[in-house]
């Protein structure tokens, strides 16, 4: 029997298994005197898309090498669907892995990789798998010796999406691809999600993460700082907004969501912003606004902005 | 840029000095006591006359030298390790770092391809003087005539030199590591058959002048000691490292001057299961290795009825072959159970090199998507070795297939299951490298090659040289290839042979075991 026409059901019976798609309790994973994961506790209920996020270094993709068995964890467990990440027989009949940087045998072509992970993976639906070969514009004819970072990253992505398994684990997988492939991947997670797959994206993306996902978890040093919705995530934004004016100074301090005012020079202000800006808008206008500027903050920034005051006192790495 | 390729190449460097220059100078050291019985002289002289011993062994110049008699004992093995080493080295420390991409940051810096290229190739070159300078300080540290250890440091040397500046073109030339090494080491191998016919054939002795192994001969060294030849060598080189640099100038980084084609029908066969997969891996190295046994054991199998046919007729040199280390060789069996007992080596070099494939492919990431499918640890290890150890039994079949090609070409007779029954004798030797190498790779320590080689060659060099020192009979027996019966002249040692698979079977068992607890490196 030919290995990648076989199907499973996998994302129909994923809410019917054993337990949430990510469930860990207590995760920890220490290299000698570092701590990279510390004490980690999630779960992500079948079907949901969860976004995981932190800063370099913050231990997202060890969380990760966690999840999938490739490494033991030192306290704590982690379980897929119910079974132990160590059982990776059992566990990786349910997931698919895009890693962070894909590494290809650079003999095989793209179409012959394909069908290698088809044949050792969890099962893949072909005729899906041959419509993403054109959705990604992958030339899947060409020994992977010859693909750019983004056209691996492709090779990776299009083998995930094309499994039914019941949850797909992304370790920032948009990082190589162009504005055109980052939609397309946004377009594939959203089918994945109408067809019931669990996805756990690791991100540092913010934008990417907002776009698709449910739910956020931020990593910082090996913890995990907060679990929200995107919804809770947004209202983490503050805007920031530059304005220059020829008229009196508009009066924003007091107004809803508007912080830092701030005069920089005569006819130019600084605020942040959070929430819905039509209070701060009208009091401009009626200062003769000549210029504004709306910047949003990085997620770095985000971050600082958030935890680095009131938060775990920690600094976020570089 | 040198440092990086200097911390590249010093471990690997240091253990081939050693060797080039203590081979030679301790067998040096053993001449007095192998010449002092005229008898013997007279027998050690009519081997070395014979054809077949002077194909393998090259022209005997100055037996009655210790110098000489060193040359003509260990100079076509050392003149082989350096080279081979100078060869691989230099494609592992260039094609081998552009192929990953290791070097695209390296080449952002203000230095070129070609001068990158050049750095590498002066270090490499450092090393082959560094190795021909010990060879001669340690030969005349041994006592022999300063200008032959000069002229036969110089040919070791240059050897390396040579096998460098051969290896910098074919990487020039292909765009993967593997291919690039196969070239390098497929010219070598050419340079040497062509010596090695030269010496054995008379007519066709004016061979040698086309080899630079041949040049290394001509040269002299105790001999006559001259200069021409190895000028010769130094030309030859000299015009092979322009051309690899020229071409480093020439072409793109990450490509090969070699068009290879970009786009390919899907060949899938043997992608079916990861034990597929890994059999398909297997396929070329194991059509590389088979061409060099082959042609080495089918040489051998050639010879054999000459060298058993001379010594049969003079048991007074059979006698003192004997006791100068080559057993039972007035008959084909004796002398093809001699020759197939060296099987562990290439073989078990073989395994081991499988085995780091397979550690590379977990240091570079590759193994990632696939241990991400669902599949054991046990399995993916158990894939590598199952297909290694076909390849491993696919080899030790060729080499007796082609000795009994050999041996029927030159009117001998050999019968096929004797042949078979004496490369497989050698077996359990190539199971202990690849144990070693699967415990080395489970375990995920570097140098997974080096340490996969120590029973079969690093165990025939035991032997050697414990052989060459007279050293106790206990430093002897720690060399695995001392404990193989001279099959298919006596029969197999059994209890040695399961003792070896046994331990060949708890060291694999012991690296799966660790392979399934620890952290994978991707």
């Given at each position: 029997m030919d290995a990648t026409t076989r199907t499973t059901p996998g994302a129909t019976t994923g809410a019917t298994r054993g337990g949430p798609a990510v469930h860990a309790v207590g995760l920890t994973k220490r290299y000698g005197s570092t701590t990279a994961v510390d004490d980690l506790h999630l779960r992500v209920p079948a079907g949901e898309v969860f976004g995981f996020l932190g800063p370099n270094g913050a231990g997202k993709s060890t969380t990760i090498r966690l999840l999938l068995g490739l490494a033991r964890p030192s306290a704590g467990s982690a379980r897929v669907f119910g079974v132990d990440a160590a059982d990776v027989e059992r566990a990786h009949r349910l997931l698919a892995h895009v890693p962070a940087d894909v590494a290809l045998w650079p003999h095989l072509t793209g179409a012959e990789v394909l069908h290698l992970l088809a044949a050792t993976g969890?099962?893949?639906?072909t005729a899906y798998r041959d419509e993403l070969v054109e959705r990604f514009a992958l030339d899947p004819g060409k020994p992977a010796r010859t693909y750019s970072t983004g056209n691996r990253q492709k090779v990776a992505l299009i083998a995930a999406f094309a499994t039914r398994a019941p949850l797909l684990v992304l370790d920032e997988?948009?990082?190589?691809?162009?504005p055109l492939m980052e939609r397309e991947f946004r377009r594939a997670v959203a089918q994945a999600r109408q067809r019931g797959q669990a996805v756990f994206l690791s991100s540092h993306q913010l934008a990417e993460v907002e776009a698709v996902c449910d739910r956020v978890g931020i990593l910082r040093a090996g913890r995990l700082v907060e679990v929200a919705s995107v919804a809770d995530l947004r209202s983490l934004h503050r805007t920031e907004v530059s304005a220059s004016y020829t008229g009196a100074a508009p009066r924003l301090s007091g107004l809803a969501g508007v912080e830092a005012v701030e005069t920089t020079a005569p006819g130019r202000v600084r605020f942040t912003l959070t929430g819905p800006p039509g209070a701060a808008l009208a009091s401009l206008a009626a200062a003769d606004v000549t210029a504004l500027a709306v910047r949003e903050p990085s997620l770095e920034e985000i971050f600082l902005d958030y935890y680095g005051e009131g938060g775990s006192g920690e600094q976020v790495r570089p | 840029m040198t440092g990086l390729a200097w911390r590249q190449v010093r471990r690997g460097a240091l253990l081939v000095v050693l060797l080039a220059a203590g081979v030679p100078a301790l067998i040096a050291t053993t001449h007095g006591r192998v010449f002092a019985d005229p008898a013997d002289v007279a027998g050690l002289r009519a081997i070395a006359a014979d054809p077949a011993i002077r194909t393998l062994f090259g022209e005997p110049l100055a037996l009655a030298d210790p110098g000489g008699f060193a040359v003509w004992r260990s100079g076509t093995v050392t003149a082989v390790l350096v080279g081979v080493w100078a060869a691989l080295t230099t494609t592992r420390t260039t094609r081998g770092q552009e192929e990953p991409g290791r070097w695209t940051a390296l080449l952002a810096g203000p230095v070129s391809l070609r001068g990158t290229t050049a750095r590498h190739l002066g270090v490499l070159a450092l090393l082959s003087v560094l190795a021909g300078a010990a060879t001669a300080a340690a030969l005349v540290l041994a006592g022999t005539d300063p200008a032959g250890a000069a002229v036969h440091g110089a040919g070791t040397g240059l050897l390396g030199l040579f096998a460098t500046a051969v290896a910098a073109g074919t990487s020039q030339l292909f765009t993967t590591r593997a291919a690039a090494s196969g070239a390098a080491v497929a010219v070598l191998g050419a340079g040497l058959l062509v010596r090695m016919v030269g010496d054995g054939v008379g007519e066709l002795s004016?061979?040698?002048?086309?080899?630079p192994f041949g040049w290394v001969q001509l040269s002299r060294p105790y001999a006559g000691d001259r200069a021409g030849p190895l000028l010769l060598l130094v030309a030859v080189t000299a015009v092979l490292a322009a051309a690899a640099l020229v071409a480093a100038g020439h072409r793109d980084v990450g490509e090969g001057l070699l068009a290879h084609r970009s786009h390919r029908p899907a060949?899938?066969?043997?992608?079916?299961s990861v034990e597929a997969f890994a059999l398909r891996r297997c396929l070329r190295p194991v059509a590389g290795w088979s061409t060099g046994v082959g042609a080495y054991y089918l040489l051998l199998g050639l010879t054999a009825v000459s060298v058993t046919g001379f010594l049969a007729g003079n048991a007074g040199v059979a006698d003192m072959a004997g006791r100068t280390g080559f057993t039972g060789l007035d008959r084909v069996e004796g002398f093809t159970a001699a020759v197939f007992?060296?099987?562990?080596?290439p073989v078990g070099a073989f395994a081991a090199a499988r085995l780091a494939a397979f550690a590379a492919a977990e240091s570079d990431r590759r193994l990632v998507l696939l241990a991400a499918a669902p599949l054991t640890r046990l399995r993916l290890l158990g894939a590598e070795v199952a297909a290694t150890t076909a390849g491993a039994l696919v080899l030790t079949a060729v080499a007796a297939l082609a000795t009994w090609v050999g041996v029927a070409a030159a009117g001998g007779g050999l019968a096929l299951t004797d042949a078979l029954r004496g490369t497989f004798n050698t077996l359990p030797v190539t199971l202990l490298c690849l144990g070693v190498a699967v415990l080395a790779a489970g375990a995920g320590l570097p140098a997974v090659t080096a340490l996969g080689c120590l029973p079969g060659a690093g165990g025939f060099l035991l032997q050697v040289l414990a052989d060459s020192v007279d050293a106790p009979a206990g430093v002897r027996g720690l060399s695995p290839v001392s404990h193989l019966a001279p099959v298919p002249l006596r029969g197999v040692d059994w209890t040695a042979a399961l003792v070896m698979t046994a331990l060949a079977v708890l060291l694999a068992l012991a690296g799966a075991a660790v392979h399934r607890r620890r952290d994978l490196r991707c």
């Amino acid at each position: 029997m030919d290995a990648t026409t076989r199907t499973t059901p996998g994302a129909t019976t994923g809410a019917t298994r054993g337990g949430p798609a990510v469930h860990a309790v207590g995760l920890t994973k220490r290299y000698g005197s570092t701590t990279a994961v510390d004490d980690l506790h999630l779960r992500v209920p079948a079907g949901e898309v969860f976004g995981f996020l932190g800063p370099n270094g913050a231990g997202k993709s060890t969380t990760i090498r966690l999840l999938l068995g490739l490494a033991r964890p030192s306290a704590g467990s982690a379980r897929v669907f119910g079974v132990d990440a160590a059982d990776v027989e059992r566990a990786h009949r349910l997931l698919a892995h895009v890693p962070a940087d894909v590494a290809l045998w650079p003999h095989l072509t793209g179409a012959e990789v394909l069908h290698l992970l088809a044949a050792t993976g969890p099962g893949t639906d072909t005729a899906y798998r041959d419509e993403l070969v054109e959705r990604f514009a992958l030339d899947p004819g060409k020994p992977a010796r010859t693909y750019s970072t983004g056209n691996r990253q492709k090779v990776a992505l299009i083998a995930a999406f094309a499994t039914r398994a019941p949850l797909l684990v992304l370790d920032e997988p948009t990082s190589g691809l162009d504005p055109l492939m980052e939609r397309e991947f946004r377009r594939a997670v959203a089918q994945a999600r109408q067809r019931g797959q669990a996805v756990f994206l690791s991100s540092h993306q913010l934008a990417e993460v907002e776009a698709v996902c449910d739910r956020v978890g931020i990593l910082r040093a090996g913890r995990l700082v907060e679990v929200a919705s995107v919804a809770d995530l947004r209202s983490l934004h503050r805007t920031e907004v530059s304005a220059s004016y020829t008229g009196a100074a508009p009066r924003l301090s007091g107004l809803a969501g508007v912080e830092a005012v701030e005069t920089t020079a005569p006819g130019r202000v600084r605020f942040t912003l959070t929430g819905p800006p039509g209070a701060a808008l009208a009091s401009l206008a009626a200062a003769d606004v000549t210029a504004l500027a709306v910047r949003e903050p990085s997620l770095e920034e985000i971050f600082l902005d958030y935890y680095g005051e009131g938060g775990s006192g920690e600094q976020v790495r570089p | 840029m040198t440092g990086l390729a200097w911390r590249q190449v010093r471990r690997g460097a240091l253990l081939v000095v050693l060797l080039a220059a203590g081979v030679p100078a301790l067998i040096a050291t053993t001449h007095g006591r192998v010449f002092a019985d005229p008898a013997d002289v007279a027998g050690l002289r009519a081997i070395a006359a014979d054809p077949a011993i002077r194909t393998l062994f090259g022209e005997p110049l100055a037996l009655a030298d210790p110098g000489g008699f060193a040359v003509w004992r260990s100079g076509t093995v050392t003149a082989v390790l350096v080279g081979v080493w100078a060869a691989l080295t230099t494609t592992r420390t260039t094609r081998g770092q552009e192929e990953p991409g290791r070097w695209t940051a390296l080449l952002a810096g203000p230095v070129s391809l070609r001068g990158t290229t050049a750095r590498h190739l002066g270090v490499l070159a450092l090393l082959s003087v560094l190795a021909g300078a010990a060879t001669a300080a340690a030969l005349v540290l041994a006592g022999t005539d300063p200008a032959g250890a000069a002229v036969h440091g110089a040919g070791t040397g240059l050897l390396g030199l040579f096998a460098t500046a051969v290896a910098a073109g074919t990487s020039q030339l292909f765009t993967t590591r593997a291919a690039a090494s196969g070239a390098a080491v497929a010219v070598l191998g050419a340079g040497l058959l062509v010596r090695m016919v030269g010496d054995g054939v008379g007519e066709l002795s004016w061979l040698r002048w086309t080899s630079p192994f041949g040049w290394v001969q001509l040269s002299r060294p105790y001999a006559g000691d001259r200069a021409g030849p190895l000028l010769l060598l130094v030309a030859v080189t000299a015009v092979l490292a322009a051309a690899a640099l020229v071409a480093a100038g020439h072409r793109d980084v990450g490509e090969g001057l070699l068009a290879h084609r970009s786009h390919r029908p899907a060949q899938r066969g043997l992608l079916g299961s990861v034990e597929a997969f890994a059999l398909r891996r297997c396929l070329r190295p194991v059509a590389g290795w088979s061409t060099g046994v082959g042609a080495y054991y089918l040489l051998l199998g050639l010879t054999a009825v000459s060298v058993t046919g001379f010594l049969a007729g003079n048991a007074g040199v059979a006698d003192m072959a004997g006791r100068t280390g080559f057993t039972g060789l007035d008959r084909v069996e004796g002398f093809t159970a001699a020759v197939f007992t060296l099987l562990a080596v290439p073989v078990g070099a073989f395994a081991a090199a499988r085995l780091a494939a397979f550690a590379a492919a977990e240091s570079d990431r590759r193994l990632v998507l696939l241990a991400a499918a669902p599949l054991t640890r046990l399995r993916l290890l158990g894939a590598e070795v199952a297909a290694t150890t076909a390849g491993a039994l696919v080899l030790t079949a060729v080499a007796a297939l082609a000795t009994w090609v050999g041996v029927a070409a030159a009117g001998g007779g050999l019968a096929l299951t004797d042949a078979l029954r004496g490369t497989f004798n050698t077996l359990p030797v190539t199971l202990l490298c690849l144990g070693v190498a699967v415990l080395a790779a489970g375990a995920g320590l570097p140098a997974v090659t080096a340490l996969g080689c120590l029973p079969g060659a690093g165990g025939f060099l035991l032997q050697v040289l414990a052989d060459s020192v007279d050293a106790p009979a206990g430093v002897r027996g720690l060399s695995p290839v001392s404990h193989l019966a001279p099959v298919p002249l006596r029969g197999v040692d059994w209890t040695a042979a399961l003792v070896m698979t046994a331990l060949a079977v708890l060291l694999a068992l012991a690296g799966a075991a660790v392979h399934r607890r620890r952290d994978l490196r991707c």
